[in-house]
């Protein structure tokens, strides 16, 4: 498999992915190419199209334009543009509508990391007003507010995250939701807490990231990310399905 195709198919796994974690057929992952000039996007939903293949990516150059791809283009692009246009070190971008992280910031209070894996939230994921991917300025926006975090809660409507690689976000992606649904869980007996504010630096220097990485002890990084995506990408391989509810 070349590095395009490898990419493509980890893309349609985190789709796969994220189609058991939450539970919603809405929202697309996309990655940089290797050579960072293109990007690929995967929807998470099956084609309208009954003549469509399924397990299609379409491909974008940076601006948006279409390069290939045999399937509609997402509404919502600039959540998957700004990004790559803002931030140089994000390789891949998630949007969805995480529902128990929706509910959770429906309520005003932020999603915050109340165990070690999701360290890297720091004082709690951003959260904005609704807005909608369709709309250039909101894509900017989603940007702006996101500031150093690796995600932005929409209220009412869904998640941009972001990370370095398909992997990164996926993870990112499944520890902001199952964070959410821990959070309800802890609110049931009383108020949750977040982990100390040193344990992302602590578990940053036991686990650094490979090579001269100056994320290194930044937010963005995600610890244990590759291990825990190939966990669910042996599932995805072997077609099996679950549900975190
Ligand atoms: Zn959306």
């Given at each position: 498999?070349?590095?395009?195709?490898?990419?493509?198919?980890k893309l349609?796994?985190t789709?796969?992915?994220?189609?058991c974690?939450l539970?919603d057929?809405?929202g697309?992952?996309s990655?940089?190419?290797?050579d960072?000039?293109?990007?690929?996007?995967?929807m998470?939903?099956?084609p309208a199209?009954?003549?469509?293949?399924?397990?299609?990516?379409?491909?974008?150059?940076m601006s948006?334009?279409?390069?290939s791809?045999?399937r509609?283009?997402?509404?919502?692009?600039?959540f998957h543009l700004?990004?790559?246009?803002?931030?140089?070190?994000v390789?891949?971008?998630?949007?969805c509508?995480?529902?128990?992280?929706?509910?959770?910031?429906?309520?005003g209070?932020?999603?915050?990391?109340i165990?070690?894996?999701?360290a890297h939230?720091?004082?709690?994921i951003p959260?904005?007003?609704w807005m909608?991917?369709?709309?250039r300025?909101h894509g900017d926006?989603?940007?702006r507010l996101m500031?150093?975090?690796?995600?932005?809660m929409?209220?009412?409507?869904?998640?941009?995250?972001i990370g370095?690689?398909?992997?990164?976000?996926?993870?990112?992606?499944?520890?902001?939701?199952?964070?959410?649904k821990?959070m309800?869980y802890?609110a049931?007996?009383?108020?949750?807490?977040?982990?100390?504010?040193?344990v992302?630096?602590?578990l940053?220097?036991?686990?650094p990231?490979?090579?001269?990485?100056?994320?290194?002890g930044?937010?963005?990084?995600?610890?244990?990310?590759?291990?825990?995506?190939?966990?669910?990408?042996?599932?995805?391989?072997?077609?099996?399905?679950?549900?975190?509810?």
């Amino acid at each position: 498999m070349n590095e395009l195709s490898e990419l493509k198919d980890k893309l349609l796994t985190t789709a796969k992915i994220l189609q058991c974690e939450l539970h919603d057929m809405w929202g697309h992952v996309s990655a940089k190419t290797p050579d960072g000039e293109r990007f690929l996007l995967a929807m998470l939903r099956p084609p309208a199209d009954s003549e469509a293949p399924v397990d299609d990516a379409l491909e974008f150059d940076m601006s948006g334009r279409l390069l290939s791809g045999g399937r509609n283009v997402p509404d919502e692009i600039h959540f998957h543009l700004a990004p790559y246009k803002h931030r140089k070190n994000v390789g891949a971008v998630i949007h969805c509508h995480p529902p128990i992280a929706l509910s959770v910031v429906s309520t005003g209070r932020k999603i915050i990391p109340i165990y070690q894996l999701a360290a890297h939230f720091g004082k709690g994921i951003p959260i904005s007003s609704w807005m909608y991917g369709t709309i250039r300025s909101h894509g900017d926006r989603a940007v702006r507010l996101m500031g150093e975090s690796c995600a932005l809660m929409i209220k009412g409507h869904g998640a941009v995250v972001i990370g370095e690689d398909i992997e990164e976000a996926c993870i990112n992606t499944m520890r902001m939701e199952r964070g959410a649904k821990m959070m309800l869980y802890a609110a049931t007996l009383g108020k949750p807490a977040p982990v100390p504010p040193g344990v992302g630096k602590v578990l940053g220097a036991i686990y650094p990231p490979p090579g001269n990485d100056k994320q290194q002890g930044k937010r963005l990084r995600s610890i244990g990310h590759k291990i825990e995506f190939q966990y669910y990408e042996r599932l995805v391989k072997k077609g099996e399905k679950w549900s975190t509810i």
